[in-house]
């Protein structure tokens, strides 16, 4: 089992940055994929960001240039650096991996952390 455990989010100022960490554990064979998504009241869930194994990134339209994602293979960790932030960036964001453990290969999700940005 893989666990994810989601930290850095609260409440800022528009203009303002945040730094989201999450750290993956448990029985962990190898990550592909780690990425970032939020979900805001009313709407689905859509993707920030995303970054591969070797460090390739691709991120939504909307964050670019403002946000930043990085991964640590060595501690199966990946962070968020927002910066500028919006109020639109208002939202739960959830932490996702996909990692291969001792049940083979699966998609996991944190437990999301809030993030709100007042203007």
């Known amino acids: 089992q893989v666990r994810l455990v989601e930290s850095g989010g609260g409440l800022v100022q528009a203009g303002g940055s945040l730094r989201l960490s999450c750290a993956a554990s448990g029985s962990i064979l190898g990550i592909n994929v780690m990425g970032w998504y939020r979900q805001a009241p009313g709407k689905q869930r859509e993707l920030v960001a995303v970054?591969?194994?070797?460090?390739?990134?691709n991120y939504a339209d909307s964050v670019k240039c403002r946000f930043t994602i990085s991964r640590d293979n060595a501690k199966n960790t990946v962070h968020l650096q927002m910066n500028s932030l919006k109020p639109e960036d208002t939202a739960v964001y959830y932490c996702?991996?996909?990692?291969?453990?001792?049940?083979?290969?699966?998609?996991?999700w944190g437990q999301g952390t809030q993030v709100t940005v007042s203007s």
């Open positions: 996702n991996v996909r990692a291969v453990g001792a049940q083979g290969w699966g998609d996991y």
């Open positions: 970054i591969g194994s070797g460090g390739s990134a």
